[in-house]
Structure formats: C-alpha cells, structure tokens
C-alpha cells in the first residue's frame, strides 16, 4: 500500500485531536490535506505587493526612501512625485528612482539604472548577467525581444537609439512585473511595476483629465 507524507504524522494528530477519530479515516485526511493547501495559499497571497530590496513597493513616498536609506543608498535627488538615490545592486553600482502617484503620493514603481556603456558588449553583457538572475529566480521571461532590423549588424547601439531594433524581456509575476530594457542611451534599466499601485497610478491619471 501506498504511504503518503502524512501518513506519519496521523497517530499524532489522534493523539491530540480525539474528536477526529469518529471520522472517517481517509476522509479526515483529505480535509487535513486541503485545510493545509488552503493555509499554503492564504500565505502566498498575503505578500500582495511586489518587492524591492524586500520592502513592499507601496505606502509613502517618504517612508519607502527612509527604508532604502537605511540600507545604505544615498538619496541623490529630489523631484516631486520622484526620488533617485545611488548605491549597488544586482551587477553593480546603479541610480534607483522611486516614483509615487500623483494625488495620495504612493509608491507604484521603481527604477534601476546602469550605465551608460560605451560598446555594445558591455551594455549587452550587464542586460545578459541580469536576465540570467532574473530567470534564476521568477523563471523564464514572459516576453522577450532581442532583434534588430537588416544592416545593423555592428552598429547595435544605434539601432536601438533610434528604433531600429530592441533588446527588453518582461516578467510578469502575480503581485506585478518585472522588465530589463536596453534604453536609446545604451544604460540598462530594470524597472519594477507593482500591480496594485500601477492600477492606482492609472486611476489617478485619469481623474485628472
């Protein structure tokens, strides 16, 4: 006969919750079994927010540059509903901008950028080394696109510069998403959007208009 994992600990469980012995063994079981796979998920969707640096990209403006700080980063700028501080992270030295919505000034999304590269191997290799821990963590890209348009070969900086060819791939997990693009001035730039907060921001948009 089969042994399940929790075979095992089922003893215990009678020994110290008798009332389950007037059940139906094996339908006691696969209550236990979904009140755990319940709790399992309950746990997942708790953490409702994207992260960074793990601080829940939401609240204050004011308050998530306060956490960052204490991490070391150095506050660079200060421009309305932005902040940009500096600092290492993931490949390197980076400038981290973290932006808030307009109206209630909470924070929805959050910058990194490296660079900016003289050669396309350089910014290639950055864009690479972070794909590869990125994948390494969240698993494949949702979406890539690496390509350029015919005639550009040797001259990769300036395709992308002037929209001839592209070099991003898009994370999307269930609190929000992920992307690294190689931007027209050849820095690499990792931005995290969370979903809850990037709804906000757009909700805010439009009550503007």
């Not at 991490?71 to 993931?90: C, D, H, M, P, V």
């Not at 490296?114 to 910014?123: A, E, K, P």
């Not at 001259?155 to 999307?172: P, Q, R, W």
């Amino acid at each position: 006969m089969q042994m399940f994992f929790w075979d095992q600990y089922w003893p215990d469980v009678l020994q110290h919750f008798p009332i389950f012995v007037a059940l139906n063994d094996s339908t006691m079981k696969r209550f236990v079994l979904s009140i755990c796979l319940l709790f399992t998920i309950a746990c997942l969707y708790s953490q409702e927010h994207l992260e960074f640096r793990n601080i829940p990209i939401d609240g204050p403006l004011k308050s998530f540059v306060k956490k960052l700080k204490k991490q070391g980063y150095k506050q660079i700028s200060n421009n309305g509903t932005y902040r940009t501080l500096e600092g290492k992270f993931a490949i390197g030295n980076a400038q981290i901008s973290v932006y808030s919505t307009d109206k209630t000034k909470t924070v929805w999304k959050v910058s990194v950028v490296y660079g900016i590269y003289d050669t396309w191997n350089q910014v290639k290799k950055a864009y690479t080394d972070l794909k590869e821990m990125y994948i390494s963590k969240y698993g494949m890209p949702s979406n890539v696109y690496e390509l350029f348009a015919p005639g550009y070969t040797g001259y990769e900086l300036k395709a992308i510069e002037l929209e001839k060819g592209a070099y991003a791939c898009f994370f999307d997990i269930p609190n929000g998403s992920i992307s690294i693009v190689i931007d027209y001035r050849g820095a690499v730039l990792v931005t995290y959007e969370d979903a809850i907060n990037g709804d906000l921001f757009s909700k805010e948009e439009l009550d503007g208009i």
